[in-house]
C-alpha cells in the first residue's frame, strides 16, 4: 500500500502532471484570445461582406423544425481562425525550432576542425 501512495504521488506531482496542466490552462487562455479575435475582428468583416455580423440568423425551417445552419458555420469559422492560429503560432514556430536543432546536430557531428584535432593530438600523448 505505501508504495502504490508514494507511485501516485509521483505521479500527481511530478513534471508531466505539472506540464500538463500548464498545457490546458494555456489553450484555454490561447481559445479565448482566438474566439475574442474571431467576435471582434472577423465576423464584422464578414458582417461587412455579407450585412449581418455573424451566420446565426441562417435558418432552414421543415415541417415546423429549425434548423440553425447558420450556428455551425460560425462555429465552423471559429474553429478555422482556432485551427489557422495554433498552426502559425504553435506548430510552425515549433518545426522551425526542430529544424534548427537538427541542423546543429549535424554540424555537431561534422568532422573536426585541424585545431580540434591538434588539440585531442596533444591530449592523447599527455595522456601516455
Not at 502559425?88 to 554540424?107: C, D, L, N, T
Request: overall charge negative; hydrophobic content about 55%.
Amino acid at each position: 500500500m505505501k508504495k502504490f501512495v508514494q507511485d501516485f504521488k509521483d505521479f500527481a506531482f511530478g513534471g508531466g502532471i505539472i506540464g500538463l496542466a500548464v498545457a490546458f490552462v494555456m489553450a484555454t487562455a490561447f481559445g479565448a484570445l482566438v474566439a475574442a479575435l474571431v467576435e471582434t475582428i472577423v465576423m464584422p468583416v464578414i458582417g461587412i461582406v455579407f450585412g449581418e455580423p455573424s451566420f446565426d440568423f441562417l435558418t432552414l425551417e421543415i415541417n415546423n423544425s429549425v434548423i440553425r445552419y447558420g450556428s455551425f458555420l460560425t462555429a465552423l469559422v471559429v474553429f478555422t481562425a482556432t485551427a489557422l492560429g495554433v498552426f502559425f503560432f504553435i506548430v510552425k514556430p515549433y518545426q522551425a525550432y526542430q529544424a534548427r536543432v537538427a541542423a546543429g546536430e549535424e554540424e555537431a557531428a561534422a568532422e573536426p576542425s585541424d585545431d580540434v584535432k591538434l588539440l585531442m593530438e596533444i591530449r592523447d600523448a599527455l595522456n601516455k
